[in-house]
């Protein structure tokens, strides 16, 4: 499909916040707690709960039966500016370029923050994803970090996204498509997921997604 004349990639953007509930609507959470599970990362159903909160505060634990035990795998702790990381292979204090990346993922919304001025965008054109139309926006971060978002023409929502990572032997592709948008307090998110890195492939189900709940800063200090 040709892309409309006029359009731009901040144009598309801004379709996405409107039609996901607005800027009004995604600003007014304070915190946000997601449950999911998630499929294809290991032979047993991997159950994750991920709690975010305003400042950059960001609670993740992915947990597992596993032989009739509850198996914490991995989680993370994180107050905005220091945290630690704890898995089977032990633990590790949060810091360095590690916050940064750690903040990223603690974002309750950050379509908003591609907006600003410390953010590049670029309209690179049309695509299809799984046979969907859809606008391919290239979105480069303050640190130089790029990844192509790419929005159905049809309905302004987020279908997927490709990002590059670090890996021992060299960069590897991270696919991550996004389907089933639900409401939930006004918005719109997506209750399946998948994320691709290279040959393994996990999905994610949301099973729950809670707003405003008023989580206390105190579960985001590692202790």
């Known amino acids: 499909a040709a892309v409309p004349a006029g359009m731009t990639a901040e144009k598309v953007i801004n379709t ?3 039609n996901t509930g607005g800027t009004k609507n995604w600003e007014g959470i304070k915190d946000i707690r997601m449950i999911m599970v998630m499929t294809g990362a290991a032979p047993f159903d991997v159950d994750v709960v991920s709690v975010k909160k305003k400042g950059g505060k960001l609670l993740e634990e992915a ?16 107050n ?4 630690k990381e704890t898995g089977t292979q032990g633990e590790k204090v949060i810091e360095g370029d590690a916050v940064n990346e750690t903040r990223k993922k603690a974002m309750i919304f950050d379509e908003a923050e591609y907006l600003k ?14 046979g969907d139309d859809c606008y391919a926006v290239a979105v480069t971060d303050e640190t130089g970090e790029a990844q192509t978002e790419y929005f159905s023409m049809a309905t302004g929502l987020r279908k997927q996204t490709v ?11 991270v696919t991550s498509k996004f389907d089933d948008y639900k409401t939930v307090k006004g918005l719109k998110f997506p209750f399946k997921f998948t994320q691709s890195v290279g040959p393994q492939k996990m999905e994610f189900k949301v099973k729950s997604i809670d707003i405003n709940k008023g989580f206390d800063d105190s579960i985001f200090e590692a202790k």
């Open 16 to 18: 996405y916040i409107e």
């Open 117 to 130: 001025p410390s953010y590049k965008l670029k309209l690179m054109g049309t695509e299809k994803v799984d």
């Open 63 to 78: 947990s597992a039966e596993v032989q009739g035990k509850n198996l914490i795998l991995q989680k993370t702790i994180f």
């Open 163 to 173: 990002s590059t990572m670090d890996a021992d032997n060299g960069k590897v592709t």
């Open 80 to 83: 905005g500016t220091i945290g």
